[in-house]
């Protein structure tokens, strides 16, 4: 292989590289905003919400177990 095509064969790796990064980037960023709290829409609120009524439900058991 002469100069040229190790070049560019450098060269592409190299862009393979930077766009499978910057898709890795984009996606960790995604999903971690959905881990923030957003006022009810995001996943963190959802398992939030979910997480007080089961413990309601916890609540109304020992109540009832106990009578």
């Known amino acids: 292989m002469t100069l040229a095509n190790w070049a560019g064969l450098i060269v592409s790796i190299i ?11 984009w996606l960790v960023k995604h999903y971690l905003y959905e881990l923030k709290p ?3 829409s995001s996943l963190k609120d959802s398992v939030s ?10 609540e ?4 009832l177990v106990k009578k």
């Open 38 to 40: 957003n006022g009810g």
């Open 15 to 25: 862009a393979i590289v930077t766009a499978f990064s910057g898709v890795v980037r």
């Open 60 to 63: 109304l058991v020992i109540e």
């Open 49 to 58: 919400r979910l997480e007080s009524k089961v413990e309601m439900l916890h």
